[in-house]
């Protein structure tokens, strides 16, 4: 995918889902702990893997994931 170099899918890695950088921690949850109020620092403080840009770019691919497409008839 173009623009999403730390989103990674590996079928032996979370059964495929959409993983920051091949670990076992998947965008979905990182995308979840935002939602529901937590900080960039608290989820570094509990995912130390992690980094500000891996969960910038875990939230501008869910972005890309639910962009409306619109056709005109």
Not at 41 to 67: F, H, S, V
Request: charged share 20%; with cysteine; glycine share 8%.
């Amino acid at each position: 995918m173009i623009g999403f170099d730390r989103i990674t899918f590996n079928n032996g890695v979370m059964a495929g889902q959409a993983c920051v950088r091949g670990m076992r921690i998947p965008v979905s949850l990182v995308v979840n702990l935002v939602a529901h109020g937590k900080t960039v620092m608290e989820i570094i403080e509990e995912y130390p893997d992690l980094n500000e840009g891996d969960i910038k770019q875990c939230l501008e691919y869910a972005a890309w994931l639910t962009r409306e497409q619109v056709y005109a008839q």
